[in-house]
């Protein structure tokens, strides 16, 4: 489980392991749901049909039994409770922090041959006019990045299709995104906006890219017009450089797109960005150039995270204005986000502001992100799960209990 800190409001929300005997309707593709209706025995000639009526009770309307599906029959709605189900991934523990950002650490199902089920984790960050949803793609990570929390923490695996989208399903459970829905009764900060979830960010656990087919399937569901309904230009994914997959990400799923960064030299982000020593700066930023729909009006955003004494010079921010020369893009400075056992410290405000100051005069939309969560690890480069990867041997001899499953 996470680590508890001071919050606003918290509450371990359910400590029992999932148990997914059938597999869950909620989170798939209009594709996948096709195939499951036709296992389940539905006609072809119905089965469009079916999809579409399944597609607006689960994503426009959130149902999560198949009771409330009124305009399909009792007897289609039997047959489908005896092969699935509509089940979210598990919330084990919710925390609000004091500035209103929520985060959940949520259990998947065990798959295949995991003894334990593992955990993910998602972040909610509400202003007044938007709200942002932080989700991952991946169990762990394999990049190690030496700044990020979730880098120290070992790739367990690719999260499926409907694990990504049941992300946001949890979230607007939780927060009343569903038409007619009652908001929490916690008094934390919602949007005043009719939609309390306007952003999707892909820049939780994991590198997106590298679990692309099921992170672009994903967010074909969360865009799809007729269901979520979220705007491709309100989608970020975020990566630290998978330079082959950029411009395939472009042309396949036409997001917006977001680069770590976080050093104008091969040297230093060889360090804080391992996967530089496969892929340098020079030929990300080309990848950058030629990435699918660039333009004044789609830029990509460079995250810059702030570490003291280590890229925040300012001849760093005047590189930083050189490489990006021809780039139509912002740059959001990232104040570092310590956590357990870092080596790292953020910039003095004072040097942040002055780096600021270099990007912003030579015409680049250059904010500084305000650390949001902190207090309960939820902010910037601070995910983690205690889930691990076992080995053969361990499945083996580990006993299979449902009452102990968990990754802790």
Partial sequence: MVAVHPTRAESAVSPEPVRALKPTLAGMTRAQMGAALKAAGVPDKQQRMRVNQLWKWIYVSGVATFEAMTDVSKDLRAKLADHYMLERPEIVAEQ????????????????????????????????????????????GCTLTCTFCHTGTQKLVRNLEVEEIVGQILVAKDRIGDWPGATPPGDGAMLPVSERKITNIVLMGMGEPLYNFDHVRDAMDVASDGEGLSMSKRRITLSTSGVVPEIGRWGEEAGTMLAISL???????????????????????????????????????TFEYVMLKGVNDSLAEARELVRLLAGIPAKINLIPFNPWPGTDYDCSDWAQIEKFADVVNKAGYASPVRTPRGRDILAACGQLKSESQRVRASERVAAPVSDATDGGA
């Fill in 96 to 139: 609000v922090s004091i500035d209103g950002t929520r985060k959940w650490l949520l259990r998947l199902p065990k798959r295949g041959h995991e003894v334990r089920a593992p955990e993910v984790e998602c972040v909610y960050i509400p202003e007044e006019d938007r709200g942002t949803l932080c989700i991952s793609s991946q169990v």
């Fill in 262 to 300: 976080h050093a104008v030299r091969d040297e230093l982000r060889d360090v804080l960005v391992p996967i530089n020593k496969k892929y340098p700066i020079a030929e990300l930023l080309e990848a950058c150039r030629n990435y699918p729909g660039v333009s004044n009006a789609r830029r990509i």
